[in-house]
């Protein structure tokens, strides 16, 4: 048996959890930047606010209608997801992480449980415990606990936020409900495609056949199509790999012109790079850089340009992998244009110590201390507080945080007060 | 003779959280401290005070209402989510739109937030008020 578990309307609950005042009102969550709507409440959502709204736009809608908005709080989001997975793994030992708010659970040897009821203590264990509440769907394949999470979640006053699909005529009846645009892993390119064929539930896709599926989705398409039958062909992927790539961009809150400004930038994207190596116990072998103009503004100039600086020696060190983005950067940046976003990614990684050694073109030994040291006394000091001189030193705060909410759980200047 | 084939290179974690035993003897050519024999891991305060790391959070004390209980204004409570709300438990509440810290008196049809000091007044909560008990108070840290 699989179970999908969904926090409900997850980053406005970790807002609720420290503010219970805000239960049954409207919220929003915006983007970094503050730049549009990435998380709406129900109240939110039933107010007609559009998801990727930009903020700007709707100050008058957010006043008009009592919307309370939150800047992204991640420290907090990130902790509150770690406490549900932390309990959620005591029902099973196989737990898979799907994203900060869903995660993937497998029973083996569970036949004689009563699944319905271990969902239900274990909906109100992760309530209890963290605060956050939780939707379960339960079935005997991967696609078909995202089925059963959807009805769970839909009709939540009969199911009391868990469903069991554990017959054919519940599985039938599940995907005779469900549209075809809202099944798991169909793209919006598929479902249309679907659609002109008649295809509109889940239950009509799996009436197509193995060979039409195949030729026109590939295997992936197929697979889902099993798991909808029944028969779990998804796999449960439990190995959490190291981050592949790691990546810092941002759109900047003005345009820029100046060389100074961006590589300034850039520089500061580099560093933060190599602290989440650093913090990872990785080094990298290649950096990557790009810039580009606005392409919302069509009068000016566009732009848009990138290049991989391949590093002689693999490195976690700020100061080189600063050193090495910015000789990207020379090559890339363009006079007269307005620039909008630029970012560093950071990718052929591998863990520090399997580095080769090399003899003359190693990294500066001295480079190790000092950044230890560096993130030492980041974390005794708060974050950003030592910067290259190629930083600017009085930009204290990149992003643009306005609505931002205590970090509750990981600074302890944030935490509640009680009277 | 026989040859290695592999080589291993190993960094060290010098995280501060890490619990290890300080080998500070040095190492001389000459005897080994006797204290390597008896090493332990150092004490945490973390692991003494939370049981449930996924359920426990931390508040600030404001005012005087518990101060009979020992919750002097500024102190830091350890609260435990997953413990049960019983009678005589120290419990962080939400009521009327506010966090409170009071000890929990169940009466036969309501329950009391009972303050521990004489110029607060106990509050009655029946079933037209609005309240979430939060979490279980578990131990004080306060600064002398």
């Known amino acids: 048996m699989f179970a999908l578990v969904d926090c409900n309307n997850f980053y406005a609950s970790c807002e609720r959890i420290f503010q219970p005042t805000l239960n049954d009102k409207p919220i929003a969550i915006l983007s970094n930047n503050d730049g549009c709507v990435i998380a709406r409440s129900n109240e939110a959502k039933a107010l007609g606010l559009p998801m990727g709204a930009p903020a700007h736009k709707f100050s008058s809608f957010f006043r008009q209608h009592n919307v309370r908005v939150f800047s992204s709080n991640y420290p907090l989001y990130g902790d509150m997801s770690q406490r549900v997975m932390e309990v959620l793994r005591q029902f099973t030992p196989e737990v898979e992480v799907y994203s900060i708010d869903e995660a993937f659970l497998h029973f083996d040897g569970f036949a004689h449980y009563d699944m319905e009821a271990y969902a239900q203590q274990m909906r109100k264990r992760v309530r209890k415990w963290t605060g956050m509440p939780v939707s379960i769907g339960l079935g005997p394949s991967k696609g078909l606990a995202k089925v059963a999470n959807r009805v769970a979640k839909k009709f939540a006053d009969r199911t009391k936020g868990v469903y069991v699909i554990d017959s054919e005529e519940k599985r039938i009846k599940a995907l005779k409900w469900l549209p075809i645009a809202d099944v798991w892993g169909i793209g919006r390119q598929h479902a249309r495609r679907l659609a002109l064929n008649e295809v509109k539930t889940a239950y009509d896709f799996t009436q197509l056949s193995d060979d039409w599926v195949r030729k026109q989705m590939s295997v992936v398409g197929l697979r889902l199509k099993k798991d909808l039958e029944g028969t779990a062909t998804i796999p449960m992927e439990m190995i959490a790999s190291p981050k592949k790539a790691i990546a810092t961009t941002r759109s900047f809150e003005a345009l820029i012109t100046s060389y100074e400004e961006v590589r300034e930038r850039i520089s500061t994207y580099a560093t933060l790079c190599a602290e989440k190596l650093r913090k990872q116990g990785s080094s990298c072998h290649a950096v990557y850089v790009f810039v580009r103009s606005n392409p919302f503004m069509p009068d000016l100039p566009q732009y848009r340009n990138g290049m991989l600086v391949t590093m002689p020696f693999a490195s976690q060190s700020s100061l080189t992998i600063s050193k090495y983005a910015l000789k990207g950067l020379e090559r890339i940046f363009k006079d007269g244009i307005q620039y909008k976003k630029a970012g560093v990614m950071v990718t052929g990684i591998v863990p520090k110590n399997a580095q080769q050694l090399t003899l003359f073109d190693g990294e500066d030994s001295r480079h190790d201390a000092l950044m230890q040291r560096i993130d030492q006394l980041h974390r005794k000091y708060g974050p950003h507080k030592i910067k290259l001189a190629n930083q600017d030193l009085s930009r204290t705060f990149k992003m643009k945080q306005a609505h931002l909410s205590p970090r509750y759980t990981t600074d302890i200047h944030d935490i509640i007060t009680v009277r | ?144």
């Open chain 2, 1 to 144: 003779m026989k040859k290695a084939t592999t080589l291993h290179f190993y960094s060290p974690d010098t995280s501060d959280e890490a619990n290890v035993w300080l080998a500070g003897g040095g190492i001389s050519a000459g005897f080994p401290s006797p204290a390597d024999d008896f090493k332990e891991v150092r004490i945490s305060l973390d692991s003494a005070v939370v049981k449930n790391k996924a359920a426990t959070f931390y508040a600030r004390v404001a005012g005087q209402s518990m101060v009979g209980a020992g919750l002097d204004d500024g102190d830091l409570l350890v609260i435990d989510r997953s413990l049960e709300p019983t009678d005589g438990k120290i419990a962080v509440c939400f009521v009327d739109g506010e966090f409170t810290v009071k000890r929990l008196k169940v009466a036969e049809d309501c329950l009391w937030l009972m303050p521990e000091n004489e110029q607060y007044k106990p509050l009655q909560v029946t079933k037209d008020n609005e309240l979430m008990i939060w979490g279980i108070v578990t131990h004080v840290l306060k600064a002398v």
